[in-house]
């Protein structure tokens, strides 16, 4: 199991940005896939989750402006990111597992596979 992520940059406040997490190696609609976001000097945190017949969960900080996808025939998941805030600026990372359970997942050590993370900046 591979993932890939790509797609930060810098951007001014309002703007938007769209984050790809490429995978390989496992069937995307058989795992949990999330993403995480991690600012410097804080705990990494769950921005959205969805997978195994679950709708898809967002942050409180985010609902409105962030929306998931995917196109299964690229094993690729997006993040479209809107009306972007400074507070936004993190490292974000996608994640994936197949055996968490659902009440579970904003525990970030609960899942298995990491992408290597993308820097989005923010600025105001």
């Known amino acids: 199991v591979q993932l890939q992520a790509s797609g930060g940059g810098l951007v001014q406040a309002g703007g938007s940005l769209r984050l790809s997490c490429a995978a390989s190696g496992f069937t995307l609609s058989r795992y949990i896939m999330a993403w995480f976001r991690q600012a410097p000097g804080k705990q990494r945190e769950l921005v959205a989750v969805?997978?195994?017949?679950?709708?898809?969960k967002y942050a409180d900080s985010v609902k409105g402006r962030f929306t998931t996808s995917r196109d299964d025939a690229k094993s690729t998941v997006y993040l479209q990111m809107n009306s972007l805030k400074p507070e936004d600026t993190a490292v974000y990372y996608c994640a994936a597992d197949r055996s968490l359970i659902w009440g579970r997942v904003q525990i970030s050590s609960e899942y298995d596979w990491w992408g290597q993370g993308t820097q989005v900046t923010v600025s105001s």
């Open positions: 969805w997978g195994r017949g679950h709708s898809t």
